[in-house]
């Protein structure tokens, strides 16, 4: 499987020239997937680079085996372990760290995986095959008052009650088992234009659930701060604006509620410097050869 058939990378060229390579870097790929910005980076580290790139789902693992590079460490795992490993290593000090947020083109397009409204497939969405939380289990046990926070929290939706109402009343009588159950228990709520980014949001929802994806951007970016080595960068690719926001206040704050911190003199105290105040967006052009890219805004940040 090639790169563009398993993920066409976002913002490729605006990512990669916004770490700042330079020959000899230590560089992290938090999100490897079908591994097209690793390859451009290690392309750019120059002999004695080194790459780290994490991924925790298996599908991911057969693409780096494809990957001969002995510049290249592979971990097997999400990436907020990101410490734990650099420290295994004994990397510390990266010069430059990626995230690519969200799912893959290859994610999206496996039925099985359940992570996509038009794919009929089991309710799963783990990113992590070996994980013990699926959309299953989240649609059919969890309690009323969980689905109410996991809608509230991770979608824009003005009928909230609704959606969980119907959702309980319907396992009630059997359980939900596949996404097509799922979309056409729901569709129904919302008529028109409107639909799709309906369920879209539904189906984002429950997989923020699954992956515990805010924790693990939280526990990223505050990790990443004591990973970087003074003026290294930190570059994030976000897809929604719960994960925008998060990484926005942490580049302009330090903190994930934006509020300022400041020393006894004035100085705020944040461990990053926001190098963009408005996210990097695709160009129209991008769009038009990837859809999937629309919503992506890029973040970049350097080490204090």
Do not use: C, W
């Amino acid at each position: 499987m090639t790169t563009e058939t398993y993920h066409v990378p976002v913002l490729f060229n605006e990512s990669i020239d916004a770490l700042n390579l330079k020959s000899g870097s230590v560089v992290v790929d938090a999100t490897f997937g079908g591994g097209g910005h690793s390859k451009e980076i290690l392309k750019r580290l120059g002999k004695k680079g080194t790459l780290v790139a994490f991924d925790q789902d298996d599908d991911a693992v057969a693409n780096a085996n494809l990957v001969e590079d002995e510049r290249l460490i592979f971990v097997n795992a999400n990436f907020r372990f990101l410490i734990n490993f650099m420290k295994f290593y004994d990397l510390m000090e990266a010069d430059a760290i990626l995230a690519d947020l969200g799912v893959s083109s290859h994610q999206f397009n496996t039925a099985e995986r359940g992570f996509s409204i038009r794919e009929e497939g089991k309710l799963d969405m783990r990113m992590n095959q070996n994980a013990d939380l699926s959309a299953f289990k989240v649609i059919n046990q969890y309690h009323e008052k969980d689905l109410f926070r996991v809608f509230n929290s991770y979608a824009d939706l003005t009928n909230t009650k609704k959606v969980v109402f119907t959702i309980t009343h319907a396992r009630k009588k059997k359980s939900i088992e596949t996404t097509k159950e799922l979309v056409d228990l729901l569709k129904d709520l919302v008529q028109g234009q409107k639909q799709n980014q309906f369920l879209a949001q539904i189906f984002q929802a429950i997989r923020i659930e699954v992956n515990d994806e805010m924790g693990a951007l939280m526990d990223l970016l505050e990790q990443s701060a004591k990973v970087l080595k003074k003026g290294g960068r930190l570059v994030v690719i976000s897809y929604h604006s719960i994960e925008d926001r998060l990484v926005k206040n942490f580049f302009r704050s330090g903190s994930f509620e934006g509020e300022l911190e400041k020393d006894l003199y004035g100085k705020i105290l944040k461990p990053l410097d926001a190098i963009n105040n408005k996210p990097i967006i695709p160009t129209d052009e991008e769009i038009e050869r990837n859809p999937r890219s629309r919503s992506a805004k890029m973040r970049i940040a350097e080490k204090l």
